[in-house]
């Protein structure tokens, strides 16, 4: 069975699960890259974890302004100190506790 294909190739059916990677030089292309796909995750109503490094979390925090409090906020240097708690503990688990979503929202 496959999937239609969406832009890039990318399947359109949001029961995928998509992993893209996000190359960015500075704070401003960091924040271009993170910050517009947090805000349509809210826009479209879907669930929405930032699960990254203290630094980087208050950036985001920042960019986003009233928005992240709609957010779930995770420092990794604190969710990640044990490497394999992180998907089954921290990714999964933010994902697996909204079972009626159509799909979430995840920057790592």
Do not use: K
């Not at 704070?27 to 796909?37: I, K, M, Q, R, S």
């Not at 980087?56 to 957010?71: E, K, Q, S, Y």
């Amino acid at each position: 069975m496959s999937a239609a294909a969406g832009p890039g190739g990318l399947p359109a059916a949001p029961d995928h699960f998509l992993h893209p990677a996000l190359f960015y030089r500075d704070e401003a292309e960091y924040l271009d890259g993170t910050v517009p796909f947090v805000r349509e995750g809210l826009a479209a109503g879907e669930p929405v974890a930032v699960a990254v490094p203290g630094e980087n979390l208050a950036l985001i925090r920042d960019a986003l302004g009233d928005d992240a409090a709609a957010v779930r906020l995770l420092d990794m240097r604190e969710e990640g100190r044990n490497p394999g708690r992180i998907i089954p503990g921290v990714l999964r688990a933010f994902a697996d506790a909204r079972p009626d979503a159509r799909r979430v929202r995840i920057v790592g």
